[in-house]
């Protein structure tokens, strides 16, 4: 398997070129070697391929970022979209904004092979919520979209059963017509039928001519774990269905990670608290922690443990999203003072500060009730 070129090499550009930059040499590349300028041309199609894969990763910020630091495994991987264009029309599908809508930009310039065709679909967006359990270990979710589906009853033609659409006088079917600018002719939509090519002279009775009926529609998607909260997921071909044949488009699926009741993320970190006793802090000691996943794990409680110190459990956080290690479990230490003794725990204390007081003597250390008699003597 040959090995991915440097995608800003691709592109032309450099590491820290802006976003308007990259944009501006991915239409210039898109220009050069789109395939209605180069029939035939093999080298031309891989590069144009490899440009939209390029501008793919690198015109999004956040997958941009992922992939200066973790290169081509970044955005190869679950989410990552890294590839996955088979076709001009795939690239059209996903960048027809870029160039005016659904390569509408191309089409002027080349003429090129999309005539016929409505609007590519609107695409839709979802909120996916998520436990911090389940960013642990990954987990499979159906969204239930509502959106349009080809009309049962006309087979989604838009017309009555038993009757045909009109074809379009405007453009003759073709969706599109010629108009004159200077010395170059530019192919637009049709503004009689917006690109449908026909007009329905007689609509279905149940989906009123549009040839479609709102559905419920399932989609189950692959969240891999790791993932960050605001995290935006583009799964193409999910959403609106296109007009007159033309592609459908994306579904935007955004996740939102519900904040926990123990632990607090940092991160690929995570921080919760434990309360030990006096003597567990003096004295240091070994304690069970429960850790994300449900399992616990022993810790070690070093001894003249400080209230508020914490404790690094390493390898107990979250998977790192580029799907190598994990983050840490911190496990901040609170103090019990318990708020009534008795007589014997009492003396015991006294004792305990009898003692830790000579000790201090015999270091040269004052004691706390020297260093007051100091302060007023």
Do not use: W
Request: hydrophobic content about 30%; charged content about 30%.
């Amino acid at each position: 398997m040959a090995k991915k070129r440097d995608y800003y090499e691709v592109l032309g550009v450099d590491r820290k070129a802006d976003e308007e930059t990259i944009k501006k040499a991915y239409r210039k590349l898109a220009l050069e070697n789109h395939p209605d300028r180069n029939p035939g041309n093999t080298d031309a199609e891989r590069r144009f391929k490899e440009g939209a894969e390029a501008y793919a990763a690198l015109g999004d910020a956040e997958k941009r970022a992922r992939y200066d630091q973790f290169g081509h495994a970044a955005v190869d991987g679950p989410g990552g979209n890294g590839a996955g264009f088979q076709s001009a029309e795939d690239i059209f599908a996903a960048f027809g904004d870029l160039f005016g809508g659904n390569g509408g930009f191309f089409e002027q310039v080349f003429g090129g092979g999309r005539r016929g065709r409505g609007r590519r679909g609107a695409s839709l967006k979802a909120d996916l919520e998520l436990t911090l359990e389940e960013v642990a270990t990954g987990v499979k979710k159906t969204v239930t979209l509502k959106r349009p589906e080809p009309c049962a009853h006309c087979s989604g033609t838009g017309a009555k059963p038993g009757t045909q659409k009109r074809t379009c006088k405007t453009c003759a079917g073709h969706g599109q017509v010629m108009r004159q600018q200077g010395f170059f002719q530019l192919r637009q939509t049709c503004p009689t039928c917006q690109g449908a090519g026909d007009s329905i002279d007689d609509p279905c009775t149940k989906c009123n001519g549009r040839g479609a009926i709102p559905k419920d529609s399932p989609i189950t998607l692959t969240i891999p774990a790791g993932i960050e909260s605001g995290h935006t997921e583009r799964i193409a071909g999910q959403g609106e269905p296109g007009e007159g044949g033309a592609p459908p488009g994306d579904l935007v699926v955004v996740l939102h990670v519900k904040e926990h009741d123990v632990y607090t993320r940092f991160g690929d970190d995570l921080l919760m608290q434990s309360r030990i006793t006096f003597r567990q802090a003096v004295a240091g000691d070994e304690i069970e922690i429960p850790t994300i996943t449900g399992e616990t794990v022993a810790m070690k409680i070093p001894a003249g443990t400080q209230p508020g110190e914490k404790l690094r459990v390493r390898n107990h956080g979250l998977p790192r999203a580029d799907g190598y290690g994990r983050g840490n479990l911190v496990v901040q230490v609170q103090v019990d003072v318990p708020k009534k003794v008795s007589d014997e725990q009492h003396e015991l204390l006294r004792r305990f500060d009898e003692i830790d007081g000579k000790k201090g003597k015999k270091l040269g250390k004052k004691t706390i009730f020297e260093k007051v008699k100091d302060i007023f003597s």
